[in-house]
């Protein structure tokens, strides 16, 4: 069965490698990103036939009046969307909370939180209409054990899985899924290249010595709990190198 995927966030990352295995598969892709060319890097990279199932378009998640307009205005070859894969995430620093910058703030929720928001309110109508649909949210394992610095980021991310469960109670009753991927570290991709302002030492350094989740396998997971029987939902997924694991309670020793 041919799906209609919308993947945000494709122009590198996870986002780009769900993009490349659905298309690899035979379904139709509608690759969102910011930059037009990374946009055409992509699109140039693949296979004829591939090209051919490939739309890319250029939105800002964060404009909730752009993903309105794209909602009614996709071609009507891809306008049936049957899977929403929103990947599109910003993380700005690694300070403090009382050392942040606010503008950056505002940026992240923007992004992690309305972009999300925005993208599941312009599509999950259309497909609890048509019976058919799945909403895949994806983003980093930051939403349960705190870390110094991941203060706004972590709050956005467990926003991402309550907003996903949630979601899931209301379209009890029709076969829409619902699904929120949690990954553990991952090297090589966007976020520990350039989110970090100034900071893409410190993310490096965690990543360090270790053999950490690529894109690839963030993708595999995507595409699988997509494409189960369409009775099977899977509510939350978490996804860790076998290098990592949930680390103790932290405790300062001495006075404060």
Not at 90 to 115: C, F, H, P, W
Not at 119 to 144: C, Q
Not at 166 to 187: F, H, K, Y
């Amino acid at each position: 069965m041919e799906h209609t995927v919308l993947v945000a966030g494709a122009t590198a990352g996870f986002g780009e490698a769900t993009a490349r295995r659905f298309l690899a598969n035979g379904h139709k892709v509608i690759a969102l990103g910011e930059g037009i060319e990374r946009l055409e890097l992509l699109k140039g990279s693949l296979p004829t036939e591939q090209q051919k199932k490939l739309l890319t378009l250029v939105v800002d998640v964060c404009d909730s009046a752009k993903v309105d307009q794209l909602a009614s205005s996709l071609p009507t070859e891809f306008s049936q969307v049957t899977i929403l894969v929103n990947n599109a995430d910003l993380a700005l620093d690694l300070e403090l909370e009382q050392q942040a910058v606010a503008s950056y703030r505002d940026q992240m929720v923007d992004t992690n939180i309305k972009g999300l928001v925005h993208m599941t309110r312009a599509f999950l109508p259309g497909m609890v209409e048509r019976k058919r649909g799945h909403v895949i949210n994806a983003g980093p394992m930051t939403s349960g054990d705190p870390h110094p610095g991941d203060n706004l980021f972590g709050g956005t991310k467990a926003f991402v899985k309550q907003f996903s469960l949630n979601l899931r109670a209301d379209v009890v009753g029709t076969p829409i899924r619902v699904t929120c991927i949690e990954s553990g570290m991952g090297g090589g991709v966007e976020f520990s290249r350039t989110s970090i302002q100034g900071k893409g030492e410190k993310v490096e350094g965690v990543h360090a010595r270790a053999q950490a989740l690529t894109a690839d396998n963030i993708a595999e997971a995507i595409f699988w709990s997509a494409t189960l029987p369409s009775h099977v939902n899977i509510n939350v997924l978490e996804v860790m190198p076998v290098q990592q694991a949930s680390g103790p309670m932290k405790i300062h020793r001495g006075e404060t």
